[in-house]
């Protein structure tokens, strides 16, 4: 909603101002080399009318780029933060209250990542639903937001090639699905709507 209403105002200012206040760029964010953390990123850069790309290497940890407006970019690295913050959180939890007695180390591990995964799968339904009641309650916005995506897909395309990413099977689990699901958007908003500072807990 806070995404609508901000591409309706931008939407009031000419284009070469738009360009100078909101351009268009490439951030770089790195993170735990993993698939569910870049699966993660991308499912809130589709959200947040960015794209992503990534870069891994044995020893060096996992590169998350972002192309996007400078806004956006801004909006997917807050969700980025406290998203992956409760759903490792869940994770652990989950794997904590295995049983060891049915379940091995190996076992336990490979469960806590398909959890982590599922739990993605279910922030990606709950980011659609978000999506489709903004579109119809407040249409104008939402068409403007579409605007900007096809923007960025159109700079990005122009600008930049990619190579082909890689991923892994893996099965799904209702108790990681549904932790996804609660993840709270407004994990860092203050009661009157300013973001608090983060990872000071």
Same mark, same amino acid.
């Given at each position: 909603?806070?995404?609508?209403? !901000?591409?309706?105002?931008?939407? #009031?200012?000419?284009?070469?101002? #738009?360009?100078?206040?909101?351009?268009?760029?490439?951030?770089?964010? $790195?993170?735990?080399?993993?698939?569910?953390?870049?699966?993660?990123?991308?499912?809130?850069?589709?959200?947040?009318?960015? +794209? /992503?790309?990534?870069?891994?290497? !044995?020893?060096?940890? *996992?590169?998350?780029?972002?192309?996007? !407006?400078?806004?956006?970019?801004?909006?997917?690295?807050?969700?980025?933060?406290?998203?992956?913050?409760?759903?490792?959180?869940?994770?652990?939890?989950? =794997?904590?209250?295995?049983?060891?007695?049915?379940?091995? %180390?190996?076992?336990?591990?490979?469960?806590?990542?398909?959890? %982590? %995964?599922?739990?993605?799968?279910?922030?990606?339904? $709950?980011?659609?639903?978000?999506? $489709?009641? /903004?579109? *119809?309650?407040?249409?104008?916005?939402?068409?403007?937001?579409?605007?900007?995506?096809?923007? =960025?897909?159109?700079?990005?395309?122009?600008?930049?090639?990619?190579? @082909?990413? @890689?991923?892994? +099977?893996?099965? !799904?689990?209702?108790?990681?699905?549904?932790?996804?699901?609660?993840?709270? &958007?407004?994990?860092?908003?203050?009661?009157?709507?300013?973001?608090?500072? &983060?990872?000071?807990?």
């Amino acid at each position: 909603r806070m995404m609508a209403a !901000h591409a309706i105002e931008m939407a #009031q200012i000419d284009l070469d101002k #738009q360009a100078e206040q909101d351009p268009m760029e490439r951030q770089d964010m $790195k993170v735990p080399a993993s698939v569910w953390r870049r699966r993660l990123a991308n499912t809130l850069a589709q959200h947040c009318n960015c +794209r /992503t790309a990534y870069h891994s290497a !044995h020893g060096s940890g *996992q590169h998350i780029y972002m192309y996007g !407006h400078r806004t956006d970019i801004e909006v997917l690295r807050y969700l980025y933060e406290i998203c992956e913050r409760q759903i490792e959180q869940s994770a652990r939890s989950y =794997v904590n209250g295995l049983d060891s007695y049915y379940y091995d %180390r190996g076992q336990k591990k490979s469960m806590g990542n398909d959890f %982590r %995964r599922s739990a993605v799968d279910g922030l990606r339904t $709950k980011l659609d639903e978000i999506r $489709k009641d /903004t579109e *119809q309650e407040n249409s104008e916005g939402f068409a403007l937001v579409i605007g900007r995506k096809e923007r =960025v897909n159109d700079w990005v395309n122009q600008n930049y090639t990619f190579g @082909s990413g @890689s991923s892994s +099977r893996y099965s !799904h689990n209702d108790a990681g699905y549904s932790a996804g699901r609660r993840v709270s &958007l407004s994990a860092g908003m203050s009661s009157s709507g300013s973001t608090k500072r &983060l990872g000071g807990e």
